[in-house]
Nanobody, 122 residues
Framework: QVQLVESGGGVVQPGGSLRLSCAAS????????MQWYRQAPGKQRDLVAT???????NYADPVMGRFTISRDNAKNVVYLQMNSLKPEDTAVYYC????????????????WGQGTLVTVSS
């Protein structure tokens, strides 16, 4: 079994910062790409940021220059540092990790976290 546990959401004023974390645990062989998505009320789930196993990052236009995705490969953790937060950043944030399990045969999975709510409001 593999699971992702997210933490770090909460309520913050416009212009503030939050750091989200997403840790994978279980029988993991290797983690490939890691992503953060978000879903605002009544809207579809959108990709926010991606980081490859080699550390290459990509961001959605609305968060470019404000959010930073990073990872700790030794701990199978992905982070999302969010600065200069705006009310339109309010959403449930989900992490996703693409990985292989240490099973025979090896299984490839795309695992989602449970989501963490970020509310930006004065």
């Amino acid at each position: 079994q593999v699971q992702l546990v997210e933490s770090g959401g909460g309520v913050v004023q416009p212009g503030g910062s939050l750091r989200l974390s997403c840790a994978a645990s279980g029988s993991i062989l290797r983690v490939y790409a890691m992503q953060w998505y978000r879903q605002a009320p009544g809207k579809q789930r959108d990709l926010v940021a991606t980081i490859t196993s080699g550390g290459i990052t990509n961001y959605a236009d609305p968060v470019m220059g404000r959010f930073t995705i990073s990872r700790d490969n030794a701990k199978n953790v992905v982070y999302l540092q969010m600065n200069s937060l705006k009310p339109e950043d309010t959403a449930v944030y989900y992490c996703k990790q693409d990985l292989t399990m240490a099973t025979v045969p090896v299984k490839y999975l795309e695992i989602w976290g449970q989501g963490t709510l970020v509310t930006v409001s004065s």
